[in-house]
């Protein structure tokens, strides 16, 4: 069967990819976001994972207002990205599984979450950058199964809802019966807010709080609705969806493993974590 090896959630901000074209790890204004990656990279080469469920919210690439899914899950064997207009390279594209993410599709159907199933989807900043930083200059060694939360276009979906959505995938991650070990992405966040009157707002206190609390008690985040969470974290703090989506589909005893948080990259106060995830013994997979 499959299991849940732990997660990564990472800052997916764009100048991320120009500073790795430019070489810029080691530049003092760079240098203490990139130092939280060399425990990932350790963590990676531990945990070997075969494939990363990544929950993350595309920004125009894919989806546009005209059209704007709540949640969308990709369903193809390659996800190709393009040039965004941020003047970073194009990356690499994806390898995706197929058979697994239709696995993933029919459990959240039957659960009655109504997605839209994508069999061909651009992958924009918000994969690339962060399997980037997983892996870097390097062809990555994990197939994906994007998973899209509209955090672009009100209303969104609530912090329950999102958390209900992972713990969904969580059981049909571990309901599948081929041996892969799988691992959990969530990207995005912490706050910012790029327009308006508040840009360049960022909220320390409540990242500490969101990150101190989902590690064992997401629930008690979902007493924030959608305007609070924006009020709190900035318009484009609440990619924080995807943190709550990711931790939901991680449905063993979760422990944090590590933790960066550095203000600012960009406009963008930057966190980095891993968690593990054990499965509780005696606990049979749904
Ligand atoms: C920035 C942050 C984001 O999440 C994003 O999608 C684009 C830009 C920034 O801080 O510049
Ligand atoms: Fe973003």
Redesign the pocket.
């Known amino acids: 069967m499959a299991s849940i090896i732990g997660g990564v959630a990472t800052?997916?901000?764009?100048?991320i990819g120009k500073a790795i074209a430019d070489k810029k790890q080691n530049d003092p204004y760079w240098a203490p976001f990139f130092r939280g990656f060399d425990y990932v990279h350790q963590w990676l080469a531990r945990a070997k994972p075969d494939v990363a469920v990544v929950f993350y919210n595309d920004?125009g690439l894919n989806f546009f207002l005209d059209k704007l899914p709540t949640f969308a899950v990709g369903a193809a064997d390659e996800y190709r990205s393009e040039d965004e207009g941020w003047g970073i390279p194009v990356s690499q594209a994806a390898r995706g599984d197929a058979a697994f993410s239709w696995h993933l599709i029919n459990t959240l159907v039957a659960d009655d979450f109504d997605i839209t199933m994508c069999q061909d989807m651009l992958i924009d900043?918000?994969v690339t950058i962060p399997m980037s930083l997983m892996w870097p200059g390097a062809t990555w060694p994990v197939k994906i199964v994007p998973v899209e939360i509209n955090t672009v276009q009100h209303p969104l979906p609530s912090l329950g809802r999102c958390l209900k959505l992972g713990r969904s995938i969580g059981r049909a991650i571990e309901s599948y019966p081929q041996d892969l070990r799988v691992m959990v992405v969530g990207t995005?966040g912490l706050s910012?807010q790029?327009d308006g009157t508040r840009a360049g707002f960022v909220n320390k206190e409540f990242d500490k709080l969101c990150m101190d609390k989902i590690v064992n008690e997401p629930d008690a985040l979902t007493r924030y609705s959608i305007h609070e969470l924006v009020e709190l974290s900035g318009s484009?703090g609440v990619?924080f969806l995807n943190w709550m989506a990711m931790r939901g589909a991680m449905t063993g005893h979760v422990s944090e493993l590590h933790r960066n948080y550095h203000i600012p990259?960009?406009?963008?106060a930057a966190a980095t974590v891993v968690y593990g995830n054990k499965k509780e013994a005696g606990r049979k997979a749904a």
């Open positions: 800052t997916h901000v764009p100048s920004h900043h918000a995005g910012h790029l484009q990619e990259i960009s406009n963008t």
